[in-house]
């Protein structure tokens, strides 16, 4: 005789207000055992006790005390529109011209049929006036996009970058990724400096597919007036009119692919009348083992950069050539740089070589590596050649180290740098870094530095409270320390695709304290760095560079990314690496691909030439990493 025993669920299925119980108690024998076996879901065996399912009420039971929803057809309808709104705010004090505050506002909707509108305004007070700065309508109909008021910056190819256009840009996306601009406008006005009285037309094309090549043009007529300025400044000398056209090729090859670029343009800035011709070729070459990339492109006298701000003589010579090399089934790799720029604005003109390599030191996740640079710069007369060594690894439990000596011979004498960077994982998510540095200068202790900062995320509206400090003491102030730099910031994010930040900065310059306040929100709208490529910040010699999966697009952190190899940053939680104040130049920015995570590398080169002028934001920079492809031979 079996024990016969019962289970109870009654906790459970209160929804229903019963219970299930099983019971091991046998059946009836023969046929009407059988069906009632079948018919409680049990399958009978010869030898096995088959299971009986009955419910049971549940006493425990009570039924909920508000009902359920009513689905109204409303509730049940297709979405319209996704309603985006964001707002910054900036706030310095005293800063260099006293308290300045800059303001923007962004509002709009996107359709399901991914058309879009949107309206963006800027404005701020400067020297006690407050004033609109720009004002901007833009809205997207399938394939046809347009902005009328003060446009996002855009290149036009190699003629030029318009930073800053008041008037209408038109642009028509066409088959296999190509596109069609058309623009026309004036500059918009810059409060407490003088507006350029010029004005820019033309129309662009770019990735027309012509067999298996891409090609692309632009065509640009501009024109400049005279603008008196009170002595001592210099008088505009580069009144008159013009227009300039380019075409452009790239096909591929059996190894790499093949562009080139031809331009004319014909005007009378210089006075008399010019024809200045433009040509430029370039070579690229990408495979896991090699990436190359090399460009040679010439100017004759009088060419000129457009924009909207000034027309700036073009380099009468600028090559450029970077070639890298990866061995040891990925685990070393050499790098070959080079710039090349005579002539135009002096502020740009280099002349740079690096050279050097770097590899994997044991199974343990250490990475090491050298470079040898000779760099000269015609303005401010830098003559240089920099000897450096580092060193590095991504240690156990999120932990990674990295550490820079670096010897730089020059004409005024020699001088000596150490570096280095702790980024220390935390209980909870926390994150600490630490990066001293010291230098030394004709064989003297020159100065010394200590940066930290501390990150600690929070559960509430996801937040993360990042907290920095920054002392130091140099030779001529007598080794007084001071906070150079102090700042609090919160990043939180209350609704899935909405993102707060706020922070607090000061500053100290030269012996002038300085605070600066940002608030910013971004409400239904994808993240970016900032609204719209907008920035509150007023650095133009900022750098910023992000590494990213391919595929999903996430952020990497803690990747090591490096400045011309003397400025080296680890990549924040959202993958983002910044370089602040970078003086104007051709600079080379590279990832050191042994800080990333294992089998991966960067999808192209692991270095980018970035060109910093003054009072134009370069460009943000992008590497995309991916997992190595692992190939078997039958």
Known sequence: MLAAFESRAGEVDSTAGAAVAFSSTPPESGVAGLMAS???????????????????????????????????????????????????MFYNRPGPVGVTSQWRIAAGEQYRSNDALEMVATGGQQRGASQLYALRAQGR???LSASIGDAEPFALGR?????????????????ERSQWLLMGGVPTPVPGLPTPRLGLGGVMADGLRFDEGLLSFTLVGFGR??????????????????????????????????????????????????VAIQHALEWAFDTPQWAVSL???????????????????????????????????????????????????????????????SGSLGAAGWYGGGDVTWDRREFPGIDERRFSLHSGGLLPHGHALLARLELAARSGGDALTAFAEA????????????????????????????????????????????????VGATRDVAF????????????????????????????????????????SYEAQRERYETLGGWSASRDTGRVLVRVVRSGNGRGVPDVVVSLDGRQLRFTDADGFARFERVAPGVHVVAVEEHSLPDHHQVVTASRLFVTVERGRAPEPLGFTIARQERRTRF
Request: glycine content about 14%.
């Open 38 to 88: 079948t018919l409680a879901g049990a399958t009978p065996s010869v030898g096995a006790v088959p299971f009986l399912v009955r419910r049971q009420t549940n006493p425990r039971y009570r039924p909920p005390l508000a009902g359920a929803p009513v689905i109204t057809p409303g509730a049940v309808s297709r979405m319209r529109a996704l309603d985006r709104l964001g707002f910054e």
């Open 141 to 143: 109909v399938r394939a």
């Open 159 to 175: 003629l030029g970058h318009v930073s800053r256009l008041r008037g209408a840009v038109l642009r028509l996306a066409g088959p």
């Open 225 to 274: 007036a005279a603008v008196p300025i009170a002595p001592p400044a210099l008088p505009d000398t580069t009144a008159g009119r013009g227009t300039a056209a380019g075409f452009g090729w790239r096909a591929p090859l059996p190894a790499g692919t093949l562009g080139g670029r031809l331009g004319t343009q014909l005007h009378d800035l210089d006075r008399d009348r010019t």
């Open 295 to 357: 460009s040679d492109e010439r100017n004759t006298r009088g060419t000129r950069v457009l924009g909207t701000d000034q027309f700036s003589l073009a380099p009468r010579r600028e090559e450029r050539w970077n070639i890298q090399t990866r061995f040891g089934h990925g685990r070393a790799e050499s790098h070959f740089t080079g710039v090349l720029r005579e002539g135009g604005d002096p502020t740009l003109e280099a002349q740079t070589l690096q050279f050097g390599g």
């Open 423 to 470: 980024s220390l994982a935390l209980p909870r998510g926390a994150r600490l870094e630490l990066e001293p540095r010291v230098g030394w200068s004709e064989g003297l202790f020159g100065h010394g530095q200590f940066a930290t900062r501390f990150t600690w995320p929070m559960g509430p509206w996801a937040s993360r409270v990042t907290a920095g400090l920054t």
């Open 480 to 519: 007084r320390g001071s906070v150079q730099e102090a700042s609090l910031a919160l990043a939180f994010s209350p609704r899935l695709r909405d993102r707060g930040d706020l922070e607090v900065r000061r500053i100290d310059r030269d012996g002038q304290g300085m605070m600066e306040y940002t608030a």
